[in-house]
């Protein structure tokens, strides 16, 4: 009876503990419906992020610690724009997972999307009227690398 209960108890804990909820297939599914509504030819990476370089610009390539300037649209797979910056300098350390590995597949003067499922963006939580989930897609210009 004393292994029931521990085992009942762990159970419940480790239930309550992981309220993190996924949104994988779902936003695998609103990927894929946004690149054949775009007639895009993405590249699909290991972490499930999905990039399209538009214009493969010149020079090197950044690193995830590197700093650069850009140019982007940021918005939702219904072309809702949510953001919209221009010249705008940051290191890719203090960015989502999907930028930080996002841009280091872009030369310096490079063009492309990114489209970003929810867990390398805000999460199920969200943020500043980004709602938990969302897929997440830039038109980003990669200005240079500083």
Not at 77 to 104: A, H, S, Y
Request: hydrophobic share 40%; net charge negative; charged share 15%.
């Amino acid at each position: 009876m004393k292994s029931f209960v521990a085992i009942l108890f762990l159970a419940l804990f480790v239930s309550c503990s992981s309220n993190e909820e996924d949104f994988s297939s779902e936003n695998e599914l609103e990927i894929l419906a946004y690149i054949a509504k775009h007639k895009l030819n993405a590249t699909k990476t290991s972490s499930g992020l999905y990039y399209v370089i538009t214009d493969p610009g010149s020079g090197s390539k950044p690193t995830e610690n590197a700093t650069v300037t850009v140019n982007y649209i940021g918005k939702f797979t219904d072309d809702k724009i949510f953001e919209q910056r221009k010249n705008v300098t940051f290191n890719l350390q203090g960015v989502i997972p999907g930028w930080k590995e996002g841009l280091t597949y872009f030369n310096e003067d490079a063009q492309g999307l990114l489209l970003i499922p929810s867990h390398l963006g805000y999460g199920a939580n969200g943020t500043n009227g980004i709602p938990g989930g969302s897929v997440l897609v830039f038109n980003i210009h990669l200005l240079k690398i500083n």
